[in-house]
T-cell receptor
């Protein structure tokens, strides 16, 4: 019954590795997002997709590549992980131009 | 540029008392939405309350209410009868009708004192 689900919840990996975070929503929403929350709890949007099309790319390094195979899924692939990538990554979804976003439980990424 | 400012990094309130969290925002838009989200230690982002800018009436959800002052671009959250479970980070957020992104303030950490 989970509305927005992300996997994994926790991810510990070494510098230089490539990793992916998966997100799925069962709310019938047409817009999905990736947000990054840093160690000071600041939430910043990374990407927004509407009906599988990239709408927003907020000056995120090219090492981050989102992929939306369909409206219900938005995955985030990160290449060549760096220490500064350590953060909590949130997936969210909403109906476009329609109020609030619903968030997944977050993925805590730790790069060592 | 649209910005959201929460000027109180931390606040404390006695259990059962009332507390108000402040939020101001900057926009040139006339049609937008405002939100308060709660993030408890579990990390989950939970919508507390929302307000449509075109509505003059302040939104309320049980013990949570807002004071929306459109001209002043102010959107404060009042929590009545504070409970231990209200302890969390609270984020004020803004979204226009023309844009897909929700912009968040830096958050206010709320402590509830027993």
């Amino acid at each position: 019954d989970t509305a927005v689900s992300q996997t994994p919840k926790y991810l510990v990996t070494q510098m230089g590795n490539d990793k992916s975070i998966k997100c799925e929503q069962n709310l019938g929403h047409d817009t999905m997002y990736w947000y990054k929350q840093d160690s000071k709890k600041f939430l910043k949007i990374m990407f927004s997709y509407n009906n599988k099309e990239l709408i927003i790319n907020e000056t995120v390094p090219n090492r981050f590549s989102p992929k939306s195979p369909d409206k219900a899924h938005l995955n985030l692939h990160i290449n060549s992980l760096e220490l500064g990538d350590s953060a909590v990554y949130f997936c969210a979804s909403s109906l476009r131009q329609s109020r609030e976003a619903f968030f997944g439980q977050g993925t805590r990424l730790t790069v060592v | 540029a649209q910005t959201v400012t929460q000027s109180q990094p931390e606040m404390s309130v006695q259990e059962a008392e009332t507390v108000t969290l402040s939020c101001t925002y900057d926009t040139s838009e006339s049609d937008y939405y405002l939100f308060w989200y709660k993030q408890p230690p579990s990390r989950q982002m939970i919508l507390v309350i929302r307000q449509e800018a075109y509505k003059q009436q302040n939104a309320t959800e049980n013990r949570f209410s807002v004071n929306f002052q459109k001209a002043a671009k102010s959107f404060s959250l009042k929590i009545s009868d504070s409970q231990l479970g209200d302890a969390a980070m609270y984020f004020c957020a803004y979204r226009t009708n023309r844009d897909d992104k929700i912009i968040f303030g830096k958050g206010t950490r709320l402590h509830i004192l027993p």
